[in-house]
């Protein structure tokens, strides 16, 4: 009886030995242990050694099975967001081939911040983003959502920081989640139009079904646009009645908005209080060559040098004034007056680039471009002539770039826009096009002034090429109707005149047309003064050549 119970105790002893050394064949190591501090997105790397095959390792968070993995090395991300602040038991458990299995607990402490509040992890987040740390951004944002889950800061810093990380879809809802709250939310509303814009370039470069890729780039363009357009338009309500302390600023508000005439009704009864002033001198200048009102500039310019205060930037716009003219010995003068004065003055510098564009003189205006994009390589301003002298030299490719980095920069840049329809009517007349790519070609050419318009309703530009691009396409009555909105905007610009005269002349009106070429001559004396109406090509090679109202970078103050 003692010797069969010995033999019993025995044979248990020998299958626990054996259990135990099948359990201690199992080793689980984890990149983390007792104690450790985790926060954010955490991922456990574990690896396991065992004699026999292992079939998959669990991971565990309390006693809840969350994920489990059955390749080596087996990896488990925890979202400790979604988690308390403190102590938090992990397990992982490995299981082979043999039926064995081992488990290894840890227990780690989640520290989020939570505590810190809102403002510290808004630090924290814009930090990350000017850093272009995306992910660590949007970990900023999700804390402060979880902090305050109606935080419009945390929702802008997420679109942001998607943005940056090129998630669209995320970006766009964070920044319309804002909009739903505070539809004048300015911060949400240039987010929507760069998503928008992104968009819209993506199809364009890479649509292949032409029609849907047109209509997702007006869509997308015309919604980018009116973003940017309603949050200049609150930005300037927002700044109230300008006074004589802060006019400067105001006019410099409106000018960003392209409310030229808005900035030319403040600014011009202080320039008659004193016509010695360059700060209010130069904005007014340049809001009335914005806005087409060239005999305005003229006198306004004559006082301005009659007050012998004239400084760089306004030598620069005295430059650009006399080129229009015809006045080319003197237009060279005051360039060099300007350079003389400030050099290294953006404006003074963006105006070189205007000139030698006007004057066709591409290699000049290579050297200068190229030196703005080392400098000042994000400026709407300098992006526009880079795309402009891309396209004329043949790199089609870094034209349409600077075309993209000019609108993301400032969606409301109208003159790009009538670049880009330009451009794409060139496109279209080159020889052996197929029927289907000249349309396509045209077709965008119309986006493109479309968007110019929605961006600045009152664009002559715009509208003198829609003029001429509906003569080229055969659609005479709308190159009427659009050469009378062009000339009633721009009743000063030649190219409007020139549209028109274009217009008529197809309409078999022959009165009206010579009374328009005369009218655009007396615009542009040095171009056309002393020529009959044109034909559709004759008038887009003006509008293209010399058509272009001077686009440089505001003053400073």
């Known amino acids: 009886m003692k010797a069969g119970l010995l033999r019993l105790l025995s044979g248990l002893f020998l299958i626990g030995l054996l259990a135990s050394s099948a359990l201690a064949r199992i080793t689980i190591n984890v990149d983390a242990k007792d104690g450790d501090k985790i926060s954010g997105e955490r991922t456990f790397r574990v690896t396991v050694q065992s004699d026999n095959v292992v079939n998959k390792v669990e991971f565990y968070v309390g006693d809840n099975l969350r994920d489990e993995d059955d390749s080596t090395p087996y990896t488990f991300r925890l979202d400790t967001l979604a988690l308390d602040d403190g102590p938090l038991k992990v397990k992982f458990s490995a299981y082979t081939s043999e039926a064995e299995s081992a488990s290894k607990t840890i227990e780690v402490v989640v520290d989020n911040g939570m505590a810190k509040g809102v403002d510290f992890h808004l630090t924290q987040g814009n930090e990350a983003l000017t850093t272009s740390k995306w992910d660590d951004a949007i970990l900023a944002g999700r804390l402060i959502l979880k902090i305050d889950p109606n935080s419009v800061t945390g929702r802008i810093l997420l679109a942001r920081a ?7 879809d995320a970006a766009q809802k964070f920044a319309e989640d804002v909009v739903a709250k505070e539809p004048n ?10 998503i928008n814009l992104l968009r819209a370039f993506a199809t364009y470069n890479r649509g292949s079904d032409r029609a849907e890729t047109l209509k997702q780039i007006a869509a997308a363009v015309k919604s980018a646009v009116d973003a940017r357009r309603r949050s200049l338009d609150a930005s300037l309500d927002k700044f109230g009645q300008p006074t004589s302390a802060n006019l400067l600023a105001y006019a410099d508000l409106a000018v960003k908005a392209q409310r030229y005439s808005l900035a030319i009704e403040r600014l011009a ?29 003229y006198r306004t310019l004559d006082q301005y040098v009659k007050g012998n205060m004239v400084d760089g930037y ?39 680039a205007f000139l030698a564009l006007k004057r066709n003189a ?3 205006l290579g050297r200068l471009a190229s030196d703005l994009a080392k400098d000042e390589g994000q400026r709407t301003e300098v992006n526009y002539y880079l795309s402009a002298l891309s396209f004329m030299t043949g ?14 920069t400032e969606p409301v840049n109208y003159d790009m826009y009538v670049e880009a329809g330009n451009q794409r009517i060139f496109t279209s ?15 965008l050419a119309r986006v493109f002034f479309e968007a110019a318009l929605v961006a600045r309703p009152e664009s002559f530009e715009a509208l003198s090429g829609l003029a001429i691009l509906d003569l080229i396409e055969g659609k005479t009555a709308d190159a009427l109707r659009m050469g009378k909105a062009a000339v009633a905007a721009g009743p000063e610009y030649a190219g409007a005149h020139y549209a028109l005269s274009a217009a008529y002349a197809k309409n078999g009106q022959a009165t009206e047309a010579n009374k328009s070429a005369i009218e ?18 004759e008038a887009w090679r003006y509008f293209y050549r010399f058509g272009r109202t001077p686009l440089i970078v505001v003053p400073k103050q």
């Open 520 to 537: 655009a001559g007396k615009w542009d004396k040095a171009n056309l003064e002393g020529r009959g109406a044109p034909e559709a090509l």
């Open 395 to 408: 790199d089609l490719e870094r034209s349409g770039r600077a075309l993209e980095r000019a609108v993301l």
């Open 269 to 297: 009864p202080e320039f008659r209080k004193d016509t010695r002033q360059p700060a209010i001198a130069n904005r007014l200048l340049y809001a009335q060559m914005r806005a087409g009102r060239l005999a305005d500039a």
């Open 362 to 364: 591409t290699s000049t």
């Open 429 to 443: 007349l080159r020889q052996g096009m197929s029927s289907e790519d000249l349309k396509y070609q045209r077709e």
């Open 314 to 352: 306004g030598y620069a716009l005295k430059a650009i004034l006399l080129l229009q003219l015809g006045q080319t010995a003197e237009s060279g003068d005051a360039e060099r007056e300007a350079l003389l004065s400030d050099g290294e003055n953006l404006g003074v510098r963006t105006t070189q």
């Open 162 to 168: 998607n943005l940056g990380k090129g998630v669209y």
């Open 185 to 194: 939310n300015l911060d949400a509303l240039e987010l929507l139009g760069a």
